[in-house]
């Protein structure tokens, strides 16, 4: 069995000099994200942030990509200033949160880029004991929905899928970064968590008016192509409880922040 613990390899972890990072391209709540001088990344973890966490986004990560998803390629972990970084390829282009909000891509091409997405990776078959188990349930969709065939389906799930985690280069092509939540769990919650995040982004202060007015449908939209691309029921959607309604925005009880 692999275990996502430090191994004897990845205990000796090569020290990157901070004179070899560049300026900073991104940021998330887990990390800061440098290009370096060799045209790659440094995705820089918190302090707090364990190598077994670390060694576990790498792996899941890599395995994603072996089986074929358009996941990052990340090429080693390094340790600097006291914390862990993985290096990978530098994506080109945008994510596509920040070409919607330009008007780079339509709605419809966010969408289908997250469906997509969604579909191959819930496709890939990486084995148990490498990926593990996702989010818990409770804290993906909080109280069980009414039809309990959406709870039978399982799959492996990316665990964050949002618009920031997915970029878009020049030539249309769609990358899917940070791996950091993947493991089995129902294809429902990864829905969820999807179309979650789909509403953060279009609820956010920097969107613009146009795609605000429209996002509850948006929402909605994503949460049907979602549903039948990945051959969840469609018709048990209008039981789900009013917690799940593209029109709220209110959290499930029990959803820790
Ligand atoms: N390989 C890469 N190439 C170019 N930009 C990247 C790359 N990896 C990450 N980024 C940029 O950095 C941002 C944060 O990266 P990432 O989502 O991996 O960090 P995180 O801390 O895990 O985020 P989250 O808040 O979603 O947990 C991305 O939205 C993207 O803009
Ligand atoms: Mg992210």
Not at 184 to 194: C, H, K, N, S
Request: proline share 5%; glycine share 8%.
């Amino acid at each position: 069995m692999i275990q996502h613990v430090a191994t004897n390899e990845r205990t000796v972890l090569r020290t990157l000099a901070v004179t070899e990072l560049g300026p900073r391209i991104g940021r998330g709540l887990r990390s800061e994200v440098h290009a370096l001088c060799d045209g790659r990344v440094a995705k820089i973890f918190r302090r707090s942030r364990k190598l077994r966490r670390v060694a576990r986004e790498f792996d899941v990560t890599r395995a994603a990509r072996a089986a074929g998803a358009a996941a990052w390629r990340v090429d080693e972990i390094v340790r600097l200033d006291g914390r862990l970084a993985i290096i990978g390829e530098r994506v080109a282009g945008e994510t596509y949160a920040d070409a919607l909000r330009a008007g780079r891509v339509s709605a419809r091409q966010a969408l289908e880029a997250l469906v997509v997405a969604q579909r191959t990776i819930a496709g890939l078959s990486i084995p148990m004991e490498l990926a593990g188990i996702g989010r818990p349930l409770s804290r993906t969709i909080g109280p069980s929905p009414v039809d309990p065939r959406l709870m039978a389906r399982r799959a492996f799930s990316h665990g964050d899928l949002s618009l920031e985690n997915l970029m878009i280069d020049a030539a249309g092509r769609t990358t899917i970064l940070d791996w950091g939540s993947a493991g089995y769990g129902p294809l429902l919650a990864d829905v969820t968590v999807a179309n979650r995040a789909l509403r953060r982004t279009l609820f956010q202060r920097s969107t613009p008016l146009r795609l605000r007015v429209t996002a509850p449908a948006i929402i909605l939209a994503h949460r049907c192509l979602a549903f039948r691309a990945l051959g969840l029921p469609i018709t048990s959607f209008v039981l789900l409880s009013p917690a799940w309604s593209p029109l709220t925005r209110r959290r499930p009880a029990g959803l820790s922040a």
